[in-house]
Each structure stands twice: as C-alpha cells, then as structure tokens.
C-alpha cells in the first residue's frame, strides 16, 4: 500500500500524460500499480471534470471580456454620434453614410456578426445618399 504522498505524485504524474507506464517510470512503481490507482482513484473521471470547469471558466472569462468589448463600443459609437450631432447642428460637418456605416459594422464586428472579412455585408445604406436624403 503507498503513502497519500505517494499516491498524490503518481496523479500529478498522470496530470502531465495520461500513460500508466508514464506514471511507473516517473514514480518508480510498476505499471501494474499506476493502472490500478488510476482505477480505484478515478483519475480518467476526474481529469475529465476538470478539464470541463477549466473549459467553462475560459468560456466565461471570454465572454466577460466580449461584452466588455462591445460595451466600450458602444459607447465610443454615442460619443461620436452625439460629436457628430453637434458639428451637424453647428454646420461644422457634413456626415455621410460611410460614417455611420463604419459604426454599424464595427459593432456588429463585435457582436460575432459576420463582416466584410468573411462575407459580403446584408447592410448598406449606399441607397440613402443616391437619393439625396443624407445630404
């Protein structure tokens, strides 16, 4: 019978490769007694549990820093809006549509949607300067 030192080396070993002759090399037991800790230990389960909350913790981490994202957006896109509105009123710019375009794909960018990188854009707004109605 091994010591929980021991048998705590021998899971951290199987941590590093998953190889019950990996485990018997590097702990200088026999293969034999690596398969049979692995068993009764459950390693193969537990390995796999934490590897599922390691996996769900990135996940959510990802996220966070997604919708931090798109909110840091977002609010960039009212200040030039609100900028925009502004020099409008003063007469001091005139915006066109590619302006506000740019604003839409960059949060949609941000969203996951797809973009010109990837497929051709379904938003255009090319049509309201062809009619006059931005200018």
């Known amino acids: ?37 692995r068993d009764s230990e459950h390693w193969d389960e ?12 990135a996940d959510n981490k990802v996220a966070r820093e997604l919708a931090k994202d798109i909110e840091v957006a977002h609010d960039i896109q009212m200040q030039i809006a609100d900028s925009l509105q502004k020099q409008l009123v003063a007469g001091n710019y005139k915006a066109t549509v590619r302006d506000y375009e740019r604003l839409v794909r960059l949060e949609h960018f941000l969203r996951g949607s ?19 109605t931005m200018k």
Request: charge should be negative; glycine fraction near 2%.
């Open 114 to 132: 797809s973009d010109s990188r990837t497929k051709h854009p379904d938003i255009s707004f090319e049509w309201l300067e062809d009619d006059g």
């Open 1 to 37: 019978m091994l010591s929980e030192t021991e048998i705590e080396e021998m899971w951290q070993a199987y941590q590093e490769h998953q190889s019950a002759y990996f485990v018997a090399a590097t702990c200088k037991v026999s293969s034999t007694t690596a398969r049979k800790y």
């Open 46 to 57: 537990r390995l796999r549990k934490i590897r599922a909350k390691a996996s769900a913790l």
